[in-house]
């Protein structure tokens, strides 16, 4: 959805390099979402935001952080990236205003740490 | 370990079959049902969503028909076409809150 963009698409990194994912919205939705997805596993909540001073823990927030930097802005941090860190990344919104939960995900980014 | 069980893992139907996708919960305080549909390179897209108190709705070829008392629910895509050919996830949410995900189900339509 190009509502939601994430930048890079795709990246190569090396164990113990930091590294950052950014995503961006002019959809004006308060809520944003981290998500990775792994081949038998489905989307893995990372971290959410409900705004901007709001961020909260996922289910799998170990080795990863996060940054609010804008209601249109959320970035995604690995700090010393690990391989078992390799997956598809997305970021999501949604606005509980329009009456449902619905989240707009954006395209994704494929990362491999080797 | 995930809150909603999804299977198959994936599926192989003829152009003009019927697709079933099953879903199973654990959390009775769920209360709201979305499928997603994901074409490859792109992220998932919203298809058809359900609340607890219908057991059924449809929009198009898309039915979701839902169990409350055994917990579990389902997407039928009915005269499947080769542009359905996608991967398709179950969620559930309590209060509009964040979404558990299925595994996800890989479906492809031969024509």
């Known amino acids: 959805d190009a509502d939601v963009t994430q930048t890079p698409r795709n990246r190569i990194t090396k164990t113990g390099k930091r590294i950052m994912l950014e995503c961006s919205q002019t959809?004006?939705?308060?809520?944003m979402y981290w998500y990775r997805q792994d081949p038998g596993l489905g989307l893995r909540l990372i971290y959410y935001?409900?705004?901007?001073?709001?961020?909260n823990k996922g289910e799998i927030s170990d080795g990863y952080s996060v940054s609010r930097q804008a209601q249109a802005k959320f970035s995604l941090s690995l700090e010393s990236a690990i391989p078992n860190q390799t997956a598809l990344y997305f970021c999501a919104t949604s606005d509980p205003a329009l009456g449902d939960n619905e989240q707009f995900f954006g395209p994704g980014t494929r990362l491999t740490v080797l | 370990q995930q809150q909603v069980k999804q299977s198959p893992q994936s599926l192989i139907v003829q152009k003009g079959g019927i697709s079933i996708i099953n879903c199973a919960y654990e959390n009775t305080a769920f209360d709201y049902f979305p499928w997603y549909q994901q074409f490859p390179g792109k992220g998932p897209a919203l298809l058809i969503a359900i609340r607890p108190d219908v057991s059924e709705k449809k929009e198009g070829r898309f039915t979701i028909s839902f169990n409350k008392s055994a917990k579990q629910f389902s997407l039928h895509i009915m005269d499947s076409q080769p542009g359905d050919s996608a991967t398709y996830f179950c969620a559930a949410s309590l209060n509009d809150y964040k979404l558990s995900f299925g595994a996800g189900t890989t479906v492809t339509v031969r024509a």
């Open positions: 959809k004006g939705h308060d809520r």
């Open positions: 935001s409900f705004d901007v001073k709001d961020i």
